[in-house]
């Protein structure tokens, strides 16, 4: 946590010696002194931190690409004369145990079109998915284990 505020004040003096604190100045920052505690990653043991840093930027990827597919799908399915579509609830059963973690993975769910997360059971072993097309439940659950619980493991392990 404590290379994370270098990294922030490194984007600060970034931001301070180019005179411009504009958002986008201030991330470029933040990339820059990500770059330098690499270069340093031997001398002060960063090379964690910037792991972790790459995997959760792969996790927000991989967010994106699935908003931007799920938001075609359910376009494609929505402007069809004919919907053949069969809502339903699926019960996931959680590999997570955190409680952020639950809440990462029912927040990504729920934001991507199509899917709702509805419930986490009282064990906290399943989450209860609500898909607009529930026709293949084991291939849902598939995408989001291979997806966004895999990739959430991977970035907060």
Known sequence: MILFFINVLLAL??????????????????????????????????????????KIISLALLFLYELAMSAIKVLIMVCRPKMNVKPGIIAYPLKVDRDFEITLLANLITLTPGTLSVD????????????????????TKQDIASGFERKIMEAFR
Do not use: C, K
């Open 13 to 54: 003096a970034w931001a301070a010696v180019s005179g411009s604190f504009s958002e986008l100045n201030l991330a470029f920052g933040f990339v820059l002194g990500m770059f330098a505690l690499w270069l340093i990653r031997e001398q002060v043991g960063t090379g964690g931190y910037i792991d972790r840093a790459r």
């Open 120 to 139: 986490v059971s009282h064990d906290r072993r399943f989450l209860f998915v609500h898909a607009i097309d529930a026709s293949d439940p084991d291939g």
